[in-house]
């Protein structure tokens, strides 16, 4: 008796019906050389909303700055609107959470320690974020801005309340010039910090100083705070 020695296959898969949709990528962050291309699609995005603006910057643009097809940043965000909600989500909301539990972890240090860590913080963030200054000024600082509304509501709210109930604190003590406005004493901050960073390239032609950056701008700033001016009477 002859035996069939055909090898045995297993049975094609059900296919599927025509029209069946397709299923969607499970929600999260992708993996291996898919996260790769994924976070250069962030880092592209924020490229352009420096260099162009948010209301500007369209989902080619940025699939042209990330050397990708604009159908793979539908694939990763959907559209423009999804590829901006993840910019915040993953680029913007972590770095000013850095800010947040770095304050908000100290809340009975001395004041002249808690502005220290502001300064320290922010310029830290900056020298990892060259981004943070031009975007600052560009879509918070401008009228019109695409993240005004969300610094005022989601990103500073608690920093600000934070830092001006613990400058109020200290002038209820006496230990802290009564004629300071506990609402602006973060305002100077910001503007030691974020402002000098982001006019960099002005000052440094205006002074002729290419090697002036963000260690200038902290060294400088915890000067003012420590000793001031320091003018004769």
């Known amino acids: ?42 880092d592209a995005a924020l490229a352009c909303y420096v260099r162009k603006g948010i209301a500007a910057t369209s989902l080619r643009d940025i699939a042209r700055e990330a050397g990708v097809t604009p159908a793979l940043l539908h694939y990763y965000f959907t559209d423009t609107a999804g590829l901006f909600e993840a910019v915040i989500a993953e680029r913007l909301m972590p770095v000013f959470a850095q800010v947040r539990e770095t304050l908000l972890g100290m809340p009975d240090a001395p004041l002249r320690q808690l502005l220290t860590a502001f300064v320290e913080a922010i310029c830290g ?44 604190r200290e002038q209820a003590a006496g230990r802290l010039n009564a004629g300071l406005d506990p609402r602006l004493v973060m305002v100077s ?6 402002f000098p960073a982001s006019g960099t390239p002005i000052w440094r032609q205006l002074f002729d100083s290419e090697d002036l950056g963000i260690d200038h701008i902290r060294s400088h700033a915890l000067a003012l705070l420590e000793r001031g001016l320091e003018l004769p009477e």
């Open 189 to 194: 901050l910001v503007g030691l910090t974020l």
């Open 1 to 42: 008796m002859a035996v069939d020695r055909t090898p045995q296959t297993s049975p094609d898969p059900t296919p599927e019906a025509p029209g069946t949709p397709r299923k969607r990528r499970a929600p999260g962050r992708p993996s291996g050389g898919e996260a790769g291309r994924r976070d250069a699609a962030l």
């Open 125 to 168: 963030l900056i020298a990892r974020h060259p981004w943070l200054p031009p975007l600052w000024i560009r879509e918070v600082v401008s009228e019109g801005g695409a993240l005004r509304d969300l610094l005022v509501t989601r990103l500073a709210p608690e920093i600000a309340t934070f830092m001006a109930g613990r400058v109020a």
